[in-house]
T-cell receptor, first 113, second 113 residues
Framework: KQEVTQIPAALSVPEGENLVLNCSFT??????LQWFRQDPGKGLTSLLL?????REQTSGRLNASLDKSSGRSTLYIAASQPGDSATYLC????????????FGAGTTVTVRA | GAGVSQSPSNKVTEKGKDVELRCDPISGHTALYWYRQSLGQGLEFLIYFQGNSAPDKSGLPSDRFSAERTGGSVSTLTIQRTQQEDSAVYLCASSFGPFETQYFGPGTRLLVL
């Protein structure tokens, strides 16, 4: 069974600092990995999706890397802003015969103004 | 519609009552998923629909849970004889196909007293 772990569980940084969020998974046979953002009382917003054949994806201040062999993904958020405060979830899509996403418990980020 | 919608947004019920949760997927999306997010836990998969068929019900926690989808569109998740441990956020997602990016709705927050 795929286990997805996110460390740390919570993170508080001053505005302007770069954020590094970690995600690890136990089974490297994945189809893709996705990072989501969840604001309090809201649903999930997809940030980045990395296919298993890719090493990284970038969108604006966000960059996500994927190392399948070591079972790790890292989400970098450059020059953090208070509006980046949210819970960030990573989800692994197992190999192509399965479509169920396996989620980590999330990292709750607070960016202090 | 523009995105996945869910209703109600919040539901408070008494233990033992039945509840119905509704999901309207993005128009044209053939795949639909239900997940549950319990307090302090990650999201867990409940059920997947392809069209009106549910090839995978493996995530439903007990026979009190059931779901249906009609017309390849709207889905209803029903919980019978609710228990306090059913309290959670129930999230619905849809995708163009089974291995495509999943788009999530805002969720229904269920509280069983």
């Amino acid at each position: 069974k795929q286990e997805v772990t996110q460390i740390p569980a919570a993170l508080s940084v001053p505005e302007g600092e770069n954020l590094v969020l970690n995600c690890s998974f136990t089974d490297s046979a994945i189809y893709n990995l996705q990072w989501f953002r969840q604001d309090p009382g809201k649903g999930l917003t997809s940030l980045l999706l990395i296919q298993s054949s890719q090493r990284e994806q970038t969108s604006g201040r966000l960059n996500a890397s994927l190392d399948k062999s070591s079972g790790r993904s890292t989400l970098y958020i450059a020059a953090s802003q208070p509006g980046d405060s949210a819970t960030y979830l990573c989800a692994v899509d197992p190999s192509g015969n399965d479509y169920k996403l396996s989620f980590g418990a999330g990292t709750t980020v607070t960016v202090r103004a | 519609g523009a995105g996945v919608s869910q209703s109600p947004s919040n539901k408070v019920t008494e233990k033992g009552k039945d509840v119905e949760l509704r999901c309207d997927p993005i128009s044209g999306h053939t795949a639909l998923y239900w997940y549950r997010q319990s307090l302090g836990q990650g999201l867990e998969f409940l059920i997947y629909f392809q069209g009106n068929s549910a090839p995978d019900k493996s995530g439903l926690p007990s026979d009190r849970f059931s779901a249906e989808r009609t017309g390849g569109s709207v889905s209803t998740l029903t919980i019978q004889r609710t228990q306090q441990e059913d309290s959670a956020v129930y999230l619905c997602a849809s995708s163009f196909g089974p291995f495509e990016t999943q788009y999530f709705g805002p969720g229904t927050r269920l509280l069983v007293l």
